[in-house]
């Protein structure tokens, strides 16, 4: 069953502060793996993705890392700012169909105190 | 600038009372989709459309329906409101695949 989990469910930490997202997924056939931020209330926005080639991806104080080998990712937050506050969506697509299905994971709450 | 829309952004509405959730995208896509979203709860795929008069359903059922007359209009509706359709509904749309861009939502209350 293609499944994305994440970890932790929530988190909090103090700004300025780096912290460390984790994604596990078993969908297979796979085609590439996308982290997005979402406010409360509003559609998520998206930070990076990373095809089956890419180890690594940036995005300002965001880096996103895959194994594609052992189907982790993970999304490290450097710095954080108080804005970081939000839900981080781990999402994988596969390639088995013409609709390039998304597999979305529950998310990880980040909440950043001052 | 282009960009996707979702109208109202927040609505609060008697059951049994007809709604249609807009969403409007500037860029061309052929790909829409609508997306059901509990709080803390991943994403469902409720409907999508590959383009003018193609529409289909996800794999969460819905009691929605959607039209796709126009490439950038996707329109969801629900005959009869219930309590239980409240939740947020996303709009995203996509010319790649796994390349979605969403629309920041409606959150619907049914009371």
């Known amino acids: 069953k293609n499944q994305v989990e994440q970890s932790p469910q929530s988190l909090i930490i103090l700004e300025g502060k780096n912290c460390t997202l984790q994604c596990n997924y078993t969908v297979s056939p796979f085609s590439n793996l996308r982290w997005y931020k979402q406010d409360t209330g509003r559609g998520p926005v998206s930070l990076t993705i990373m095809t089956f080639s890419e180890n690594t991806k940036s995005n300002g104080r965001y880096t996103a890392t895959l194994d594609a080998d052992t189907k982790q990712s993970s999304l490290h937050i450097t710095a954080s700012q108080l804005s970081d506050s939000a839900s981080y969506i781990c999402?994988?697509?596969?390639?088995?169909?013409?609709?390039?299905?998304?597999?979305f994971g529950r998310g990880t709450q980040l909440t950043v105190w001052p | 600038e282009a960009d996707i829309y979702q109208t109202p952004r927040y609505l609060v509405i008697g059951t049994g009372k007809k709604i249609t959730l807009e969403c409007s995208q500037t860029?061309?896509?052929?790909?829409m989709y609508w997306y059901q979203q509990d709080p803390g709860m991943e994403l469902h795929l409720i409907h999508y459309s590959y383009g003018v008069n193609s529409t289909e359903k996800g794999d969460l059922s819905s009691e929605s329906t959607v039209s796709r007359i126009r490439t950038e209009h996707f329109p969801l509706t629900l005959e009869s409101a219930r309590p239980s359709h409240t939740s947020q509904y996303l709009c995203?749309?996509?010319?790649?695949?796994?390349?979605?861009?969403f629309g920041s939502g409606t959150r619907l209350t049914v009371v």
């Open positions: 995203a749309s996509s010319v790649t695949v796994g390349g979605y861009t």
């Open positions: 999402v994988v697509s596969d390639r088995g169909s013409t609709l390039g299905r998304l597999y």
């Open positions: 860029m061309g896509h052929d790909k």
